[in-house]
């Protein structure tokens, strides 16, 4: 049986009652990861989540894997780890998580030129929250 | 394995320190800023007295001879992998061949390179750290040269990025300012010898480390500090952070070379909670003493327990999150 967008909604809501930050569930051909937006300064404001946009371009999304504060630039550097316009490998830092007395690194996914900064420093960001958004090698850019 | 590349100044194999053979008259020897060796040894799931090499001044090159992570902690220093640019203490990874380059250092004066499994020097007389005075432990008992290879022990560390918050911010003091460290010490056995005002000459100065500062002891310049007798005494034991004045009246912070006995008046020692502080103390840089209590000085030393048990737990914590993904 497929998973409706009712279902999707009314499982939030559950979450949100119950205080669980996420689930996953795994059926044959399908699965399913919610996680709750905790956070009173999420970064993954709806504004940002459309500016992250799926395939309408084909730019790729470097995401945070862990819950904390966002830093675009490490506290004993003063430039950010990337800026707009920059080439970047696949790999690169894009910029830090805080998660307590640890720096998580925000990794690029492909190599290509940053397009922009999607989250700000100090915001809180979750699992999945976009961070940089890349423009892949390879694709057509306007200027060059 | 590593292999050395190019090395400037006295890089060397330091654990800990060399604990059980003091009463011999064998210094300590062992990092400088033992809290980033700690640090780095956590990142890599190595026991936290696994050798790592002490650098002091850049630049530094070094090969892998095989896949392995390591990480580089202490000064904040510009280092590269294979053309990555790693950020300051940090847990990163060298396949087989991969060169590391480390080149200026912006913060700190002294930068640990840990690497998984840690550097498999043999242990001489408890210890893996070099001890320059006797020559004797780390390579051969003398600092590193290129060409060098280190053995590295077995690792399962796991190869993922991850950095830790550079010790200086987490633990900076209220009071602590860009270009002065501000260590704190309790007085020492010859500190009634000086009278009021050059007590108080000692604690409003701000000393100037001179060049003559190095893992044996650090010299400091400002106005002479000088007891109202000269003071004469046998040579008896002393431990690394003494602060001694000779006749000239400019103290010397013994360090982790130190001599084990020394004959000087002691005005105060360095507690501790603080030596790493003086470790990471620049050349040229200003130090300053704040008096504290014994207690106080037992409670900065639980206080860093707790630090690093905070951080065991942090990066066990992280790691077992990541590994869910």
């Not at chain 1, 892949?136 to 306007?142: A, D, F, Q, T, Y």
């Not at chain 2, 010898?193 to 108080?200: E, R």
């Not at chain 2, 000087?264 to 209590?293: H, M, N, S």
Request: hydrophobic share 45%; glycine share 12%.
């Amino acid at each position: 049986m497929p998973i409706e967008l009712t279902d999707i909604e009314r499982l939030a809501q559950i979450l949100e009652r119950s205080g669980v930050d996420a689930i996953e569930i795994e059926e044959s051909g399908q699965s399913l990861k919610l996680v709750m937006d905790t956070g009173a300064r999420m970064a993954a404001s709806p504004m940002l989540a459309a500016a992250a946009g799926p395939a309408a371009d084909h730019s790729v999304i470097a995401k945070a894997d862990v819950a904390g504060h966002f830093l675009a630039a490490h506290p004993w550097r003063d430039k950010p780890f990337v800026a707009p316009g920059q080439r970047i490998e696949a790999g690169a830092i894009v910029g830090l998580v805080k998660i307590g007395l640890l720096y998580a690194p925000v990794i690029a996914p492909a190599a290509g030129t940053v397009d922009a900064v999607i989250a700000e420093t100090g915001a809180m960001v979750g699992y999945g929250t976009p961070i940089a958004r890349i423009r892949p090698l390879g694709k057509i850019s306007p200027i060059s | 394995m590593i292999e050395i590349l190019s090395v400037t100044g006295p890089a060397s194999v330091q654990d800990l320190g060399r604990f059980d053979q003091y009463r011999f008259g064998v210094g300590t020897s062992g990092a400088m800023d033992d809290v980033a060796l700690r640090a780095g040894n956590i990142l890599l799931g190595n026991d936290e007295n696994a050798a790592g090499i002490e650098i002091p001044m850049l630049p530094f090159k070094l090969s892998f001879g095989r896949d392995r992570a390591f990480a580089l902690t202490g000064a904040g220093v510009e280092a590269e992998i294979a053309g990555r640019s790693i950020p300051p203490w940090w847990r990163s990874y060298a396949r087989a061949g991969d060169v590391l380059t480390i080149k200026a250092m912006s913060h700190g004066a002294r930068c640990y390179l840990t690497v998984g499994g840690g550097i498999d020097v043999p242990i001489v007389l408890g210890s893996r750290s070099t001890q320059f005075r006797g020559e004797f432990g780390g390579l051969h008992g003398r600092p590193l040269q290129p060409g060098d290879i280190l053995p590295c022990a077995a690792s399962t560390a796991t190869i993922g990025e991850l950095g830790i918050e550079p010790a200086d911010l987490t633990l900076a003091r209220a009071n602590a300012s860009t270009d002065e460290t501000i260590v704190r010490v309790v007085i020492a056995g010859e500190y009634d010898g000086f009278d009021g005002p050059t007590q108080a000459l000692f604690w409003r100065s701000s000393w100037k480390i001179t060049p003559q500062s190095n893992r044996y002891g650090y010299r400091l310049q400002g106005p002479a500090v000088k007891p109202r007798v000269p003071i004469e005494k046998r040579s008896h034991g002393i431990v690394p952070g003494v602060i001694q004045i000779p006749p000239n009246g400019q103290p010397i912070i013994q360090m982790r070379d130190a001599q084990t006995s020394g004959g000087y008046p002691k005005i105060a020692t360095v507690i501790r909670a603080d030596l790493w502080r003086v470790g990471q103390a620049r050349l040229g840089g200003k130090l300053r003493f704040e008096q504290t209590a014994y207690t106080d000085a037992l409670a900065a030393e639980a206080e860093m327990s707790a630090y690093l048990d905070r951080l065991r737990t942090n990066v066990r914590l992280v790691e077992e999150i990541r590994a869910c993904r």
